[in-house]
Every structure is written in C-alpha cells, then in structure tokens.
C-alpha cells in the first residue's frame, strides 16, 4: 500500500455525501476567489476615481465645469464626483426656484448628496455579505462532511473481525480532506472580508468629508446670493 497521502485518491473513495460536500466547498471556494478578485479591482477603481476627482475640485475649476464634467463623463465618473453631481444639481434646481431660504437650499442638497452617498456605498459594500458567510459558514459545511465520513468508515468496519489503525487510517483522512477543504474557503474569504471592511470605511469617511466640505463651499455660496455683502 503507498503511504504517500494523495489527495485526489482520498477524494475518489470518499463516500457519495463527503464527495457531494467536497465539490459544494470547491465551488464557493471558486466563487469566493472570484468575488475577492472583482472585489478587490472595483475598490482599487473607486479609489483612483475619487482620488482623480478630488484633485480636480481643489484645483480651482468652478462648480459649473465640475457639472458638466461629470455629465459628460456619465457612466464613467467616480462615486464621489457622482455624489458631487447630486449635490449640485440639487442645488441649481432650488436656486433656479428662486428659493432664498438657506436652510432649506442646504438641506436639499444635503439629501441629494446623502442619497448619492447610499447608493454608491450600497455598491461599494456589494459581494461583501457573501465573503462574510463563505467565511463562517465553511468550515462547518467541512467539518459536516467529516463527521459523516468517519460515522461512514466505522459503520463499514462493523463487520470486520479485526479491526487495526491500517483498516481505520484510510477513512479517517478521507473524511478530514472535507475539513481541510472547508478551511482552504473560508481563510481567504475572511481575510479578504477584514481587509476590504478596512478599506471601504475609510472610502466612506473620504466621502462623508468630501460632502461637509463641499456642503460649506455651497453654504458660502448660498449666502454670497442671499446677501450679496457678506464676504466670500
């Protein structure tokens, strides 16, 4: 008999449940890579998009070329130039009212940019629940598959009338490559989780920022147009 372990042996004369939980670890392993990858792509994106937009608004272009920018860029801009988008729009559409309560100007575009700021964080955060089961949930789905397994190869030595550590070893290790498995899904997914939690908080203070510094900006502007003098 080789002793050496060989994993795919263990796997081919494991039982049918062992096996069927085996190939469903496989599978959200593969998924989990896939959704850490995409992940991890879609927040390096958003970073450099906002990052790229920040130093276009501070670099002294007016709110109006900020808009149309942003407009023109459509499906392209970054969640905070989006958020931005929001705001302003919001903003014209009250001043365009002649609205001249300053409050209620400021609230609105307020709400337009906390809204812009829930959807894009409800985007951001997309995929991160599924991380968090696969990362809790897996080895439990292994740790099933092993139980099942060694319950499996005691039964089958029932009617053995000697039984030895040979006999007994094979499936034992048949049934903890189901363990093994649920582990090798579920280490990397809660890492990517911990890691992608860190980044996307500090994405979403970088745009709560953003929002009361812009909020001041149209505040300042909202007074400048109510009262013309009152300084800038």
């Known amino acids: 008999m080789n002793q050496d372990l060989d994993i795919l042996q263990l796997v081919l004369h494991a039982s049918f449940v062992v096996q069927v939980v085996m190939l469903l670890l496989m599978i959200v392993s593969i998924a989990s890579w896939s959704a850490i990858f ?41 969640p905070m130039e989006r958020i931005f988008a929001s705001g302003m729009r919001e903003f014209q559409k009250l001043r365009e009212r002649r609205v ?24 951001v955060e997309s995929n991160l629940s599924f991380l968090a089961s696969v990362g809790s949930v897996s080895p439990y789905v292994g740790l099933f598959g092993t139980v099942w397994g060694i319950m499996h190869a005691f039964t089958g030595l029932a009617s053995l009338q000697q039984v030895t550590l040979a006999t007994v070893a094979p499936g034992i290790a048949e049934a903890l490559v189901a363990t093994a498995i649920g582990l090798f899904a579920a280490i990397p997914a809660v890492i990517a989780y911990n890691r992608f939690a860190r980044e996307i908080d500090r994405i979403s ?20 147009q109510v009262n013309p003098a009152a300084p800038r």
Not at 41 to 61: D, L
Not at 102 to 121: P, T
Not at 205 to 224: G, H, M, P, Y
């Open 100 to 123: 001249t309560d300053v409050g209620m100007m400021m609230d609105g575009a307020r709400r337009a940019m906390r809204a812009s700021f829930q959807r894009e964080m409800d985007v």
């Open 38 to 78: 995409r992940k991890l792509f879609a927040i390096a994106r958003v970073k450099t998009q906002n990052e790229s937009f920040e130093k276009e608004f501070w670099s002294g272009a007016s709110l109006n070329e900020l808009l149309s920018s942003a407009a023109a860029k459509a499906q392209n801009s970054g």
């Open 205 to 224: 203070i970088q745009q709560e920022t953003f929002i009361e510094e812009f909020s001041n900006i149209l505040q300042r502007n909202v007074s400048a």
